[in-house]
């Protein structure tokens, strides 16, 4: 697989946005941006939309401070996106490579709190989106009746819509960057590696493995036979959870993002909740998610709250339930990449057997780190990669499928001598077209 990926962009080039009629405002805790007093949870009062006001690289960025972060939007395929955006390099100052960092459900870019500083301060430039269907993201409505809107939430729409926030971020068309992924975000990077393969330098993916598309439709239905462990992704998929959820909105929260408080008051107050929660199908739904195995650092009220927040402003996450229903869009749009033909991202090689496999972005560095107690994607479900994504780095922490939140020092240090490769890289790529000027 040969990828030409753009190196970067001069710093001047990459302010180009700044006036940018897309541009719709930033704003975080160091105080840069027009004022948005309609979005709960950001700071009121700005000091100005200024180049040199927006493109200040270190601030706060504090894990347990949502508004610290700088908050931006931006209309991105027709539609407003909400991003935190950080390590923008000084005016004047030299580029920095990018790295994009997508999260899954039922998360927010909260979820990266605790990745985002350390990779600013390993040299890069920070973006991460509120995926479409979640908090302050425009997201179409999609009904049973009327389900026309479902392919935005595709994957290679999803990508499109990573690339325009790529070109919007750097004022530079078809600049590349690093994607990291989380659960469905973990399944976006690995497609957007896929059909866009000219943007990606490298792909860092926790939890989520690799899974390759399939020459054949397999209906959810008989995934679930296969791996009753994801009998919830059939239930979200289902059109009349979406009420169910949003009715109880908070304790699916608290359910999904359950910790294993140490605490029996804890412990009892969510099982008082979960008892009262209706009907008995989100219920027993909510039950479920609940038991699973406890994390080693529970998330605190305040985070809660934050997502509670979230999740209510933007919809009660009946958006985000799209997700699950894209499955035989998907399908159609991954034919072309299915069968033993050769693509631009996969090769076929002699097997021991004497049959041949593919092999998948040989060329592409990446990282792949599960998390040992995930009830979700068990590490048993990375295997295959051994054989079908060789150049991948696998290894797993000790966390639940949270594992970003719950044990960030072990996550930061598989993930930051990576990046650290993949910005040595960079730079000698800027190096070298510099020589050639």
Known sequence: MSVNRHAGQPAS??????????????????????????????????????????????????PTQPASFRHCFATLNGRKHHYVEEGRPESGGAARPLAVLVHGFPDLWYGWRYQIRPLVDAGFHVLVPTMIGYGQTESPAVTEADQAALVRYSYKSVA?????????????????AVFLGHDWGGMVVWRVAMHLPERVRGLAVFCTPFQPPHGQYVPIEHIVKVMPHLGYQQTLAA????????????VFVDAMFHSGASDEATKAGLKERLAKAEPAAIAGLLRMFASGPGMARPLSEQ?????????????????????????????????????EADTAVSTSVAAEDGKSRKVWFKDLPIRFVGATGDPFLPMSMAKSMEANVPSAVISAVEAT?????ENPAAVNAALLPFMAGLKAAWESEQASAAARL
């Open 303 to 339: 985070e809660l709250a934050y997502y509670r927040e979230q999740h209510r402003a933007g919809g009660s996450l009946v958006h985000a339930l799209n997700w699950y229903r894209t499955r035989r869009i998907n399908y159609d749009d991954e034919l072309p990449f299915a069968g």
């Open 160 to 176: 499109n819509d990573l690339a325009a926030l790529l070109d919007h971020a750097s004022g530079v068309a078809g600049t590349s």
């Open 401 to 405: 499928h949270w594992l970003l939140a």
């Open 13 to 62: 080039r990459a302010h180009a946005r700044a006036g940018c009629p897309q541009d719709l405002a930033c704003r975080g805790g160091h105080g840069d941006g027009a004022a948005l007093s309609r979005w709960p949870g950001l700071p009121t009062s700005p000091t100005g939309n200024s180049p040199a006001a927006r493109i200040e690289p270190r601030h706060a960025m504090d």
């Open 239 to 250: 059109f009349e959870t979406g009420p169910m959820v949003a009715a109880n909105i908070d």
